[in-house]
C-alpha cells in the first residue's frame, strides 16, 4: 500500500479508494503499526499493546480533521465541537498559499506539527520531496528527545501523518485504515492505555469536500460524523480511571479548508481557513481570539508537558499563554470599513490609517490620492487585506498576527493620483533607556519585492538625527532580531521604518518590541558579616541572635548614605523579610532571632535602592551567609 501520493491524489481520492485503505489496514495490522523501542535502562510501568505507559499527569489530546471548513460548523450538527468551543477557546486564523506552498495536507499538518511554516519544514505538496524534519522535527519527537519516558501516540486515517510527518522516536504510529479504525484505535489506548501525548487524524471530511465540495449535504454529514468521533475520543479520556488527578489539553483543529464545490490548495479564504479550538486548564470558556495560528499548537503542546521551547529551534509558533497582543492589536475594534476597495464585501471591517496610541505615521512625502485604504502606512487584518486581491503574494504574511502595519505601494496605484512614488514612515513611540550599552529590536516582517521599492530601519536617540538599523531591497519572510549600541548617557530611543516603491509589492510590519538588558550595578554592598549568640544554655535547642552587619558603596567605592536595604533570613522554608538604611559610612545592621530548634539558616541580601541607582548584585563580594546556630554560652 503506497503511503506517498501526488497533490492530484489527495485532492481527489474518494471514499472507495479509503476502503481499500480500512481493509489494507485490518488485513495487514503489524505492517501499519510501528512501535519505538524505549531505552532499555529506562524503567517503566506495563506497556498497553506496544504503547509504553506514560509517566506525566499532565497530558494532550490533538484532534485533527482534514479539510474541515469553519464556515459550515453553522450548518452541521456538531454538538462535541460546539462543547468544546463553549468550555474552551475558539481561534480562526489563516494560512499560507502559494508561492509559500498550496494549501494541503502535506504543508498543513507539517505546520501543525512542528511549529513553524512552509518555508522552514519545506513540505509544500503531498510528495514530501525534501521535508526539513531534521532541523524542524514534530512535537512528538521534541518530546521523547527532552525526556524519553514520555509516551506518545500517533493515529491517523492519511499514512503520511503516522508514518512521514511525525517521526520514529514516537512510541507509537499507527495507520488507522479509515476514520472509523482510526477512532477506534486512538479511544482504545486512550481508555485503556496510558499515553502522554496523543495526535489523531481523522480524513473522511476531505473526502466529502473532494466528492460534493464544503457546500454539499454529504460534507455536512461527514462533519456530523466526525463530531461524534471526536466524542467518542473524548469519552475515552474521561473514562480513565485517574482522570480525576490528571491535566488534559485538548486541541481540535484542520490542515486547511474547501472550496462550496469541492477541492483546495487555491488562496480563497474557504481553503486558506483554519482554526484552533483548545479546552484545559487556564483557558477561559467560551473565549475567542484572533492571534492564535497552527503553528501555536506544537508549542502549546509541549509547555503543557512541561518541555520549555529553546529559541534555538526557531519555532514559528508560541505556547498560548505565551501570546501577548501588541499596540496595532488594540485598534481591532476601531477597523474601517472598505472606501475604494469595492471587491470587498460593504461590511467587511478591517483597516484604518489612524495609528495606536504613542505610534505615527509620516506621510508628507506621500503624493495625493491613489487607493485611500493603503495611502501610506495602514493597519488592516489579514482578512481584508489579502482578500483585496488575492495571487499577489500577501498569503504569505503568515507570522504577523491579529492587526498589523502594512505599506502597499501595489495597492494603493491601483487608483490615480498625483505624480511622485509612495513614501510613507511609520514612527514608533518612545522607548525610556536604562543606561545599558545594547538594545535589541525585534519585529515580525514580510518585505516582498515586485518592482522600483525600499525599506529602511531607523533609530533616533533623544530626537537626534535618525541612523540606519536595517535596509530591506529583495525578499524577506522572518521574525527580525537586532542588537544596537546605545550611545553612553542615551535617555531615549525611538524607532522608524520607511518604506517607498513604484507599483511595486509590500511591506508588513508587527510585534515590535525594544528591549534591554539590566544595566550594569551602579551600587554594591561592598561587605557582609554576621554573629550568632546563643540565647540560652550550651547545648540546647534555645533561640539565638544574628546580627548582621553589611556596607554599600557605589561601583566607585564611595559609601552610600541613606540607602534602603532589603535582606531575606531563610529558616525552614519559611521567609522573613528584613529592611535597613545605611548611615553616612555606608553601613547598615540588621538584628533578628532564630526560634528554638533550628540549627541552619541563611541571610541574603536581595535588594538596595538609592536615588534610582542600579543594583542588581553583580559587583557584591558576597551577597547570602550561611548561619549555623552557635555552641557557646548566651550573649
Do not use: C
Not at 473522511?204 to 465540495?213: F, I, M, S
Not at 492589536?329 to 476597495?341: M, T
Not at 495609528?355 to 509620516?362: C, K, L, V
Not at 541572635?545 to 553589611?550: F, G, P, S
Request: proline share 6%; charged share 20%; aromatic share 6%.
Amino acid at each position: 500500500m503506497p503511503t506517498d501520493r501526488s497533490p492530484e491524489d489527495h485532492l481527489s481520492r474518494s471514499r472507495s479508494a479509503r476502503t481499500v485503505l480500512a481493509v489494507a489496514a485490518v488485513a495487514l495490522p503489524l505492517a501499519t503499526t510501528v512501535a519505538h523501542a524505549r531505552d532499555s535502562g529506562t524503567p517503566t510501568a506495563a506497556a498497553y499493546a506496544g504503547l509504553p505507559s506514560g509517566t506525566k499527569l499532565a497530558k494532550t489530546l490533538v484532534i485533527g480533521i482534514d479539510g474541515a471548513t469553519f464556515d459550515a460548523f453553522s450548518r452541521a450538527d456538531v454538538p462535541n465541537l460546539r462543547q468544546l468551543m463553549a468550555k474552551g477557546l475558539t481561534a480562526r486564523s489563516n494560512l499560507y498559499a502559494s508561492p509559500m506552498a498550496p494549501t494541503v495536507s502535506g504543508a498543513g499538518w507539517s505546520s501543525i506539527a512542528t511549529g513553524v511554516w512552509p518555508d522552514k519544514h519545506n513540505v509544500k505538496d503531498n510528495n514530501f520531496t525534501n521535508p526539513n524534519y531534521g532541523q524542524y522535527p514534530d512535537y512528538a519527537t521534541r518530546l521523547e528527545t527532552a525526556g524519553p519516558a514520555v509516551s506518545t501516540l500517533v493515529v491517523g486515517t492519511w499514512g503520511p501523518v503516522p508514518q512521514k510527518i511525525f517521526g520514529a522516536k514516537t512510541d507509537l504510529r499507527i495507520a488507522g485504515g479509515d476514520d472509523e479504525g482510526t477512532t477506534a484505535k486512538a479511544a482504545d489506548y486512550l481508555a485503556n492505555g496510558n499515553p502522554d501525548s496523543t495526535f489523531v487524524h481523522l480524513d473522511e471530511v476531505d473526502g466529502a469536500g473532494h466528492g460534493t465540495g464544503s457546500a454539499g449535504p454529504a460534507y455536512i454529514k461527514a462533519l456530523h460524523t466526525a463530531d461524534a468521533q471526536v466524542g467518542r475520543l473524548l469519552d475515552a479520556v474521561t473514562s480513565r480511571p485517574t482522570y480525576a488527578d490528571e491535566d488534559w489539553l485538548v486541541v481540535v483543529t484542520a490542515d486547511h479548508g474547501h472550496t462550496p464545490t469541492g477541492g483546495h490548495g487555491g488562496n480563497t479564504p474557504l481553503e486558506r481557513g483554519t482554526y484552533v479550538i483548545a479546552q484545559g486548564k487556564g483557558i477561559r470558556p467560551g473565549s475567542v481570539r484572533d492571534d492564535v495560528k497552527i503553528t501555536d499548537i506544537a508549542p502549546t503542546v509541549l509547555r503543557h508537558e512541561g518541555v520549555a521551547t529553546d529559541p534555538a529551534w526557531n519555532l514559528d509558533g508560541a505556547a498560548l499563554d505565551e501570546l501577548k497582543p501588541d499596540a496595532f492589536d488594540a485598534l481591532r475594534g476601531s477597523l474601517r470599513g472598505p472606501v475604494d476597495e469595492t471587491r470587498l464585501p460593504a461590511d467587511a471591517k478591517g483597516w484604518t490609517n489612524t495609528a495606536p496610541e504613542g505610534w505615527s505615521i509620516d506621510n508628507s512625502k506621500m503624493p495625493g490620492g491613489g487607493v485611500t485604504e493603503w495611502r501610506g502606512w495602514a493597519f488592516a487584518t489579514d482578512e481584508f487585506w489579502t482578500d483585496a486581491e488575492h495571487g499577489q503574494g500577501r498569503e504569505t504574511n503568515v507570522r504577523a498576527r491579529d492587526v498589523f502595519a502594512v505599506a502597499d505601494s501595489d495597492e494603493w496605484d491601483d487608483k490615480a493620483h498625483a505624480a511622485g512614488q509612495f513614501d510613507s514612515t511609520l514612527i514608533s513611540p518612545e522607548y525610556r533607556l536604562n543606561g545599558a550599552e545594547k538594545a535589541t529590536v525585534s519585529y515580525a516582517t514580510n518585505y516582498r519585492v515586485d518592482g522600483p521599492q525600499s525599506g529602511d530601519v531607523y533609530v533616533s536617540y533623544d530626537g537626534a538625527a535618525p541612523q540606519l538599523v536595517k535596509s530591506y531591497r529583495s525578499d524577506v519572510n522572518t521574525v527580525e532580531r537586532l542588537e544596537l549600541t546605545v550611545p553612553a548617557g542615551a535617555g531615549t530611543a525611538r524607532l522608524s521604518f520607511r518604506y517607498t516603491g513604484t507599483n511595486s509589492a509590500f511591506w508588513t510590519v508587527d510585534q515590535v518590541s525594544f528591549a534591554q538588558p539590566a544595566p550594569p550595578s551602579q551600587l554594591a554592598v561592598d561587605s557582609l558579616r554576621a554573629e550568632t549568640n546563643l540565647l540560652g544554655r550550651p547545648g540546647s535547642g534555645s533561640p539565638w541572635k544574628v546580627t548582621a552587619h553589611a556596607v554599600v558603596r557605589t561601583a566607585q567605592g564611595e559609601p552610600v548614605k541613606g540607602a534602603k536595604v532589603t535582606a531575606e533570613l531563610t529558616v525552614d522554608g519559611t521567609v522573613r523579610e528584613l529592611t535597613g538604611t545605611t548611615k553616612k559610612d555606608g553601613s547598615v545592621t540588621f538584628k533578628v532571632t532564630v526560634p528554638r530548634g533550628v540549627a541552619e539558616a541563611a541571610l541574603t541580601v536581595t535588594d538596595v535602592r538609592h536615588q534610582g541607582l542600579a543594583y542588581h548584585g553583580e559587583l557584591d563580594p558576597v551577597r547570602t551567609l550561611d548561619l549555623d546556630r552557635p555552641t557557646g554560652h548566651r550573649g
